[in-house]
């Protein structure tokens, strides 16, 4: 099975401080995405990345960067961290394109206080 | 623009019953459609998907969808709700054409099942 792994589940930050959320996948995607996820809202693009060192920005990265030094891994980074970034923030991985499957990891729930 | 509309944000049914998630889509092309998942606390699990064929999908967990391209919907359905059918459904919807990268979701519909 698919296993994509996020570092933390839960986390709790200060405004301004540099926050790093990482993502692991085990099926050798190429394909990785980071989401938040806000009640109401649905779930939102972050970022993606189709290969091990290119990212895309997808509906909402202002705020947020991301790294991919390697296949497998796949970080977020908030620079400094503000209160309207507290929300759920999912991790995805999948094959190349087309209608293949996104997998998710379980989620990383962060407040900024 | 690709965008998907889950028009109900909570759908209430008794055990046993039938159980239908309403989504429709808007794409410029042919869509890919899919249905996920979501228990308290965790992250999305894949249910089914329409890429092209059969209007009827089968997905894990007894559910089922059905495309209809003149509606642009894809209803997830069940014929018996189980308790531990209760979660947060998500409708996503992806251009077929050459391109597109971009799953879009809806906003999602909490199912209640009562028993």
């Known amino acids: 099975d698919v296993k994509v792994t996020q570092s933390s589940r839960y986390l709790v930050k200060r405004t301004g401080e540099k926050v790093f959320l990482e993502c692991v996948q085990d099926?050798?995607?190429?394909?990785m995405f980071w989401y938040r996820q806000d009640p109401g809202l649905g779930l939102r693009l972050i970022y993606f990345?189709?290969?091990?060192?290119?990212?895309e920005k997808g509906d909402i990265p202002e705020g947020y960067s991301v790294s991919r030094e390697k296949k497998e891994r796949f970080s977020l980074i908030l620079e400094s961290a503000s209160t309207n970034q507290t929300s759920m923030y999912l991790c995805?991985?999948?094959?190349?394109?087309?209608?293949?499957?996104?997998?998710f990891g379980a989620g990383t729930r962060l407040s900024v206080l | 623009a690709q965008s998907v509309a889950q028009p109900e944000d909570q759908v209430n049914v008794a055990e046993g019953n039938p159980l239908t998630v309403k989504c429709t889509y808007s794409?410029?092309?042919?869509?890919?459609l899919f249905w996920y998942v979501q228990y308290p606390n965790r992250g999305l699990q894949f249910l089914l998907k329409?890429?092209?064929?059969?209007?009827l999908v089968k997905g894990s967990y007894g559910f089922e969808a059905e495309f209809n391209k003149s509606q642009t919907s894809f209803h997830l359905k069940k014929p018996s709700a189980l308790v531990s059918d209760s979660a947060l459904y998500f409708c996503?919807?992806?251009?077929?054409?050459?391109?597109?990268?971009?799953?879009?979701f809806g906003k999602g519909t909490k199912l209640s099942v009562i028993p």
């Open positions: 990345s189709y290969d091990v060192k290119m990212k």
């Open positions: 996503a919807v992806r251009d077929s054409g050459a391109g597109s990268y971009q799953l879009t």
């Open positions: 099926m050798d995607h190429e394909n």
């Open positions: 329409y890429i092209t064929g059969d209007n």
């Open positions: 995805a991985s999948s094959k190349t394109w087309g209608a293949n499957i996104q997998y």
């Open positions: 794409v410029s092309g042919n869509p890919y």
